[in-house]
């Protein structure tokens, strides 16, 4: 089982609600961005029982709204599910006020462009009218690693979504030989911000900018302490 520690402060299209509903889902990142080089693309989730009375015993259910033919899906609670497992077999009860930090929404675009649609709901197996759903979508984009890997040059892409609210993706290549690599990001004072080291010789790198504030910034790749190539990214909130 993975080991979560969860940074995610995105928002969640939730529907379904009742009226006095006891299940809340209040951190998830419900749209994906990645390549269609991307080995996987993961959501990753909270639920919360706000029942102040009474532990809840809740199921997890996947429900497929629309994926791009030739792709995979599946979903973690406590163990990972895939097709055609819609409903987790198990229930994971939450006390009073107490969250689940280990949800995940996985994908895999296995090399196709796209955008699938699904939606996670989660509900008191006791009784099935309190619940909450959300829809995370997954967009894979044809933007690969190729576009900015030129010859035997090193480079990085423009960051996607841009303006970006709580993660920022770029796809890198390193050129051979290299021996230290990073990406820097930089506010519009010129002060670093962040600083993520490269380990693999291309990729994508998500970059968590929920801390930051709204503003314009630069990111550099610098390797073996030389700057590479620098871009800029627009953080929103």
Do not use: H
Request: aromatic share 8%.
């Amino acid at each position: 089982m993975k080991k979560i520690i969860l940074t995610l402060c995105s928002i969640a299209l939730v529907g379904g609600l009742q009226a006095q509903n006891s299940l809340t889902v209040p951190s998830i990142d419900n749209m994906q961005w990645g390549s269609v080089e991307t080995n996987l693309m993961q959501a990753e989730g909270t639920v919360e029982n706000t029942n102040g009375s009474v532990p809840i015993a809740i199921r997890a259910e996947r429900i497929t709204i629309d994926t791009v033919p030739g792709t995979q899906n599946y979903f973690c609670w406590e163990q990972c599910y895939e097709p055609p497992t819609s409903i987790s077999p198990t229930t994971i009860t939450l006390d009073p006020g107490s969250r689940m930090d280990q949800f995940y929404a996985d994908y895999k675009p296995n090399g196709i462009a796209g955008v699938s649609t699904l939606k996670y709901c989660f509900y008191d197996d006791t009784n099935i009218t309190d619940s909450v759903c959300v829809t995370v979508r997954f967009a894979a984009s044809p933007l690969g690693v190729q576009d900015v890997f030129m010859g035997n040059q090193s480079g990085i892409s423009e960051s996607f979504p841009n303006p970006a609210k709580t993660f920022a993706s770029v796809n890198y290549a390193l050129s051979a030989g290299w021996t230290n690599a990073e990406v820097a990001v930089y506010s519009m004072l010129g002060a670093k911000v962040k600083n993520v080291k490269l380990t693999e010789d291309q990729g994508t790198l998500k970059l968590d900018v929920a801390t930051l504030p709204s503003g314009m910034y630069f990111y550099t790749l610098s390797v073996d302490g030389k700057g590479v190539s620098t871009k800029k990214m627009l953080v929103t909130k």
